[in-house]
């Protein structure tokens, strides 16, 4: 599968906002946002006039971004989106909320999305007692995900249940760091997703298509 390979940092300069990808350094003063609050690249202070496609299409670039989603797959989404009942901007959120890879780093089990999606990908848990190797898979209402028994004493999972108290977890999951256990609760409303995404404006961009 195609992956980004160049640097996050990158990536957040261009939207002009902290994409929280490099875990604890997006935090520190070394974050290079916090150094260079500018697009890279020779143009990158010039003052440009933002069209509307174009903030459309920097918050869709944003959201895919966060996420760690390729455009393909995330136009898959949003089409899935927008055949269930309700907002089609709020199933969206719903859907990328619900990849194991961020419910993984939601509940505090990896630094960043990064980090989760390799641990997922290197087979390290369970769901509902099933190894699960595949970052995008869904989880859905009381399923319960578990770091599986012979990966607790790896370095990640001793840090995760060390510092466990410094990231809120959201009220939809449950995270239990002394049995290396997540609980899903629920499936995430809007009100509870944090991730300064305005929806509205990639719906706007894909119903023009």
């Known amino acids: ?94 859907i990328l909320e619900t990849r194991l890879d961020n419910v993984v780093y939601r509940a505090g089990f990896a630094a960043s999305r990064d980090m989760a999606r390799q641990l997922v990908r290197h087979g390290h848990f369970l769901v509902n007692g099933h190894k699960v190797d595949i970052p995008s898979f869904r989880v859905s209402e009381n399923d319960i995900i578990e770091v599986r028994q012979k990966s607790h004493e790896m370095t990640p999972f001793i840090v995760a249940r060390e510092t466990h108290g410094d990231r809120t977890v959201p009220a939809w999951l449950e995270a239990i760091p002394t049995q290396m256990r997540i609980l899903v609760h629920s499936l995430p409303a809007r009100g509870v997703i944090d991730t300064q995404v305005q929806e509205q404006l990639i719906v706007e961009l894909y119903s023009k298509n």
């Open 1 to 94: 599968m195609a992956r980004y390979t160049g640097a996050d940092c990158k990536r957040c300069r261009r939207e002009k906002t902290k994409l929280y990808l490099k875990g604890a350094k997006c935090d520190s003063p070394k974050c290079p946002i916090e150094l260079r609050p500018y697009p890279p690249g020779m143009h990158g202070r010039a003052r440009t006039k933002d069209s509307e496609y174009l903030l459309q299409m920097r918050e869709k670039q944003k959201a895919a971004r966060i996420y760690g989603v390729l455009e393909k797959q995330f136009r898959g989404y949003y089409q899935e989106a927008h055949r269930r009942p309700g907002k089609t901007g709020e199933n969206l959120l719903r």
